[in-house]
């Protein structure tokens, strides 16, 4: 599915449990956390970034916002999607992508 979204509004949030994987075909997203009472930008990306899939993967929830940074066009992808499609992988490969999710994760813990 395509979707557009307008400056300001966000593709996901912090602490949300994640049902979709985005993949940016034009515009900025600004991948945000919360710090206390403020809003800290901890990296800006665009066109040809995939961003939601790590909580796709470790079925937990995101560890940071994702708000557009203008307009934002994305191709969304479901769970299911998403699973149907690393389903096709290698099991070594899918073991491997888990392990680097759930450290990226650790990593990233406020």
């Known amino acids: 599915m395509h979707k557009n979204y307008e400056s300001g509004r966000y ?3 912090e602490h949300e ?11 900025n997203v600004e991948i945000i956390k919360a ?33 557009a940074l203008g307009t934002v066009s994305a191709s969304v992808f479901s769970r299911n999607e998403f699973e149907r499609m690393l389903a096709k992988t290698d099991p ?3 073991g491997v992508l888990r392990i680097l999710a759930e450290s990226v994760r650790d990593l990233t813990k406020s």
Do not use: C, N, W, Y
């Open 11 to 13: 593709l996901f949030r």
């Open 17 to 27: 449990h994640g049902d979709q994987a985005f993949v940016i075909e034009s515009g």
């Open 35 to 67: 710090a206390g009472d403020e809003v800290k930008v901890i990296a800006t990306i665009g066109a040809g970034a995939i961003i939601g899939e790590m909580a796709l993967i470790t079925d937990k929830p995101h560890t940071a916002s994702a708000r």
């Open 92 to 94: 070594l490969i899918r």
